[in-house]
């Protein structure tokens, strides 16, 4: 079976951890594509209300009906913003497609106490390459303060995403900067600096 | 769908100059479906992944005439809506899988009587039990009630969906179920909505019928088991007017014919993309894409069957469709075969997605099952890698002081947390169950744990018995059970974990909810006042951020003979932090924490977390509740200010 993107389509999976703004994000790219005219469907699944599980987001883009589920090895681009959950991307990723990985570091419990094993970067890394995706690293020491607070890292990692991969090419990054900047209002020039600091990150090349 | 792909929602209903498009979730668009089809009264239960439905009708300004609100279980909502019903007018009902086999006593007797005006039944199931629970598939409600069923492809159908119910409903006299899944109720697409249509002003129906209205004596009750069955036949005859059922037949005949039903249907043309590039000659098969899964859509089935050679069924969890495809064929005479679950292709457990919809058809045309690439070994590998992340309550939880209490009470009675059973019950106190409290030993329905604690106090153990429950699930289910076990004067401690809201579920009003929280004009009801009128005679109420009282209390409990009650208070930390509160402020003090870790180690609390040398706190996320300054042995964590709560 051939590998192909259909042109037309895109797929994007997001995971990471409850409460690093996974869902916030996924569905700014789901305004964003929807303002462009373009069919969406933006499905989020977590766990139960708790903050600390997993959560893995799909959005779909450019079909008129459609599943909601992204069939294993075949999304256009995975998004992930915390290194072990990036782990559940693997098999979501189509070869060729990209991989935009968040080196964040959020160990579960058992791990800090030394009694659960955590994966290392480069095992990660590898085992992004061998399921055949182009690695875009962003480095989480980019993010920095803005007149003394904290750039928020979903916006950074959203930045990062429709600056840095093909998703660019969906989702115009200017138009998604705007729906980010109206959003908020009162914390649009922290989430400006945020979403630059992301593409700025990304024009260094991977 | 239309040959362009676009759903053939419009064509059935005709959209008004102020319909407009919107990004919202299949539960958002049931609940404006309903608004459109002029509503009167909605009522509910919480429960993944229906809750958004009625969720989104409370937080919107409704016309003075509807009324929408949570009730305290599934079967009192119903039964409201069923007679809001029977008056004549519209109303729709809410529930999760688990909430219909609560109201079924009161459905199945409704739909032998028959409504007068609309009425909805929506029930989201959840295939691949996302939210757990048992993962069971409610369309064997509707053929055991003999109920028409819906159920949308897509979150755009939904809203389509819920008002074609409506209609149908009050054209055959009775109530009619919009089933979804997971993946619409809460997924979020483009949505065209038109502008909500007030509740018709219809005189209230005040009819005296005991042939309709009761189901007192055989003749009554035959001649209403007549009437559910004429009814079902008039709806599937509707159905099919109404072309809910899409069937396309291909252009020669012979090869694959399919079967989905709901949503599986959306993923069958991304399928056949696939296979056309994998398959030599590859011919695109006819489908029959089933949005009313009941009655069976027969009529169509038999004209599936007389164009193809092999049948593929496509539906998540039970073979429904599949069975009632068998006794169609063996009716029409198709000798081909039928591809599905009984012949042991799919299995009856999980979720469907596109990969289902290749092997289905690989196996039809009997093919290997094209795979993409052999990567199984990097997925099993990152698979393994990956760090489990059990889930455990919120920073700040109170649930987390009862747990510890619990635990505590039973080493000072020195008895071993493996002799003594304590049962749990559904919602965010289940997470006792985990580590590090590891106190709760199981969940079985809501309001259970009270009748399966007196079960085993029968069962001959020597040990104390206990049962926890929190206060949405002890209003839903658990009165009776308490009842019951102080009529019988059952030797038992039930702890209630009372967070003033139906919290697991994304934060419900409950009767026992504060009272300024309360939807304008109700009572709340204290079950501080409740528990000691129902005959209790030993009740206390514990602090859970006071561990050492709520511990010492809980030991004493365990002490006393007969029903104890003890309930638990202090607010949700999410909700309360909603509002700006914090029960205080805590802080390590480095000079002293030894970084023993115990505070970790106990409370599991994610706010905690070990730097280099000491116990670090995220102040963004730490809720001040003290409990690791109340365990630390060392007096390492100041409590630098008592809050609020
Ligand atoms: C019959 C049924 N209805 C609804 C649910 C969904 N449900 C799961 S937990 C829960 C709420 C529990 O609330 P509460 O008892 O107050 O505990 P909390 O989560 O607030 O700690 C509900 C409604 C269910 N599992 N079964
Ligand atoms: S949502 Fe509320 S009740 Fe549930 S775990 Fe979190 S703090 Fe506890
Ligand atoms: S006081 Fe301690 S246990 Fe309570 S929320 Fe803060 S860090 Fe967690």
Redesign the interface.
Same mark, same amino acid.
């Given at each position: 079976m051939t590998e192909r993107s259909t042109g037309s389509t895109y797929d994007v999976v997001l995971v990471g951890v409850g409460g690093q703004g996974v869902l916030t994000i996924g569905r700014l790219m789901a305004e964003a594509a929807l303002d462009a005219d373009l069919g969406v469907n933006f499905y989020p699944t977590k766990g139960m209300a708790q903050r600390g599980g997993g959560v893995k987001v799909q959005v779909r883009i450019g079909r008129g009906i459609v599943g909601p589920q992204i069939p294993e090895g075949r999304a256009d681009l995975v998004v992930a913003m915390e290194r072990s959950e990036a782990l559940k991307g693997v098999t979501c990723v189509r070869p060729g497609g990209e991989f935009l990985l968040y080196g964040h570091v959020w160990e579960p419990t058992q791990v800090m106490l030394g009694k659960a094993d955590y994966p290392a970067e480069e095992q990660v890394r590898e085992l992004i390459l061998a399921a055949g995706a182009r690695l875009r690293y962003l480095d989480p020491d980019g993010l920095h303060s803005c007149d003394g607070a904290r750039m928020p890292a979903n916006i950074y990692v959203l930045g990062a995403a429709v600056g840095g991969t093909d998703l660019g090419r969906v989702l115009d990054p200017e138009a998604v900067l705007d729906l980010v900047r109206r959003r908020w209002e009162r914390h649009a020039a922290l989430n400006e600096a945020a979403f630059g600091a992301g593409l700025e990150a990304m024009s260094h090349g991977p | 769908?239309d040959r362009?792909? !676009?759903?053939d929602a419009h064509k059935r209903a005709k959209l008004s100059e102020g319909a407009k498009?919107q990004?919202i979730t299949g539960n958002e668009a049931v609940a404006l479906g309903a608004l459109r089809a002029g509503v009167r009264v909605v009522t509910g239960y919480p429960g993944t992944p229906s809750s958004g439905a009625l969720g989104s009708l409370l937080q919107m300004d409704a016309e003075e005439s509807r009324h929408f609100e949570w009730s305290t279980n599934e079967k009192i909502a119903f039964d409201i809506a069923a007679g809001t019903a029977w008056a004549g007018q519209r109303a729709m009902c809410t529930m999760k899988m688990s909430g219909l086999n609560v109201a079924s006593d009161s459905v199945f007797s409704i739909a032998h009587s028959g409504v007068n005006g609309g009425l909805v039944i929506y029930v989201a199931d959840d295939p691949g039990a996302?939210?757990?629970m048992v993962e069971q598939d409610s369309r064997g409600y509707a053929r055991m009630m003999d109920l028409p069923m819906v159920e949308p492809? +897509?979150?755009a159908e939904a809203y389509e969906m819920v008002i074609l119910a409506f209609e149908l409903s009050e054209r055959i006299g009775s109530p009619v179920f919009v089933r979804s899944v +997971?993946?619409?109720a809460?997924?979020?697409?483009?949505v065209m909505v038109d502008e909500p249509v007030a509740p018709e002003d219809r005189e209230p129906i005040l009819e005296r019928d005991i042939a309709k209205y009761t189901k007192a004596g055989s003749a009554i009750a035959q001649a209403q088991h007549h009437d559910v069955i004429r009814r079902l036949r008039q709806a599937g005859e509707a159905m099919r007017e109404m072309g809910l059922n899409d069937l396309r037949l291909a252009h020669e005949p012979g090869g694959v014919g399919i079967i989905s039903a709901g949503?599986?249907g959306?993923?069958l043309?991304?399928a056949f993309?696939?296979l056309e590039?994998?398959v030599p000659q590859w011919r695109q098969p006819s489908v029959l894409r089933v949005r009313g899964t009941n009655p069976f859509p027969a009529e169509e089935a038999r004209r599936l069957f007389a164009r193809c050679d092999t049948i593929v069924v496509l539906e998540e969890l039970e073979p429904h469709l599949e069975r009632q495809a068998w006794v169609e064929a063996r009716r029409s005479d198709f000798g081909g075969r039928i591809v599905g679950k009984l012949d042991g292709t799919f299995e009856r457990v999980g979720?469907y997605?596109?990969?289902h919809v290749v092997r289905g058809v690989s196996e039809a045309l009997g093919l290997e099952e094209?795979?993409?690439?052999e990567?199984g070994a990097?997925?099993e !590998?990152?698979?393994r890698?990956?760090?489990?992340?059990?889930?455990?309550?919120?920073?700040g939880c109170p649930h987390r002081g009862t747990f510890l209490a619990i635990n505590r009470a039973l080493r000072q009675r020195k008895l071993h947390r493996d002799e003594v059973m304590v049962t749990g019950d559904i919602g965010?106190t289940i997470?006792g169950m985990n580590?590090?409290f590891e106190t709760v030993w199981n969940e079985v329905s809501m309001g259970a744990s009270i009748g399966l604690a007196q079960g085993y106090v029968y069962s001959g153990l020597k040990t104390p018995v206990i049962a926890t429950i929190g206060d949405s699930t002890f209003f839903h289910g658990g009165i009776p059970g308490l009842i019951n076990a102080v009529q019988h004067q059952v030797d038992l401690t039930v702890i209630i974990m009372d967070n003033y809201w139906t919290?697991?579920?994304?934060?419900q009003t409950n009767p026992g909810t504060q009272a300024t929280f309360q939807p304008s004009g109700n009572r709340r009801i204290d079950l501080a006042e409740l528990i000691p009128a129902m005959g209790v005679e030993h009740f206390f109420v514990i602090d859970p951020f006071q561990l050492e009282e709520a511990t010492t209390t809980v030991a004493d409990a365990l002490r006393l003979p007969g029903v104890k009650v003890v309930l638990a208070r202090q607010e949700c930390a999410?909700q309360a932090q909603r509002r700006g509160l914090r029960a205080g402020l805590v802080a390590v003090d480095a000079e002293l924490c030894t970084a023993c870790?115990r505070c970790?180690?106990v409370t599991?609390c994610?706010s905690l977390?070990?730097d280099d040398e000491t116990v670090s706190i995220d102040q963004g996320?730490c809720y001040g509740c003290s409990l690791c300054a109340q365990v630390c042995p060392f007096e390492a964590i100041e409590i630098k200010r008592e809050g609020h709560p």
């Open positions: - | 769908m362009n792909g !676009k759903p498009n990004l996302h939210a757990g492809m +897509t979150v +997971t993946s619409i809460n997924s979020h697409a483009a949503v599986v959306a993923y043309d991304e993309a696939l590039d994998a979720e997605g596109v990969g094209p795979r993409a690439m990567r990097v997925y !590998k990152a698979d890698l990956t760090a489990a992340r059990p889930i455990t309550v919120c920073a965010c997470l580590p590090p919290a697991m579920t994304g934060m999410i870790r970790i180690t599991g994610p977390s070990l996320l």
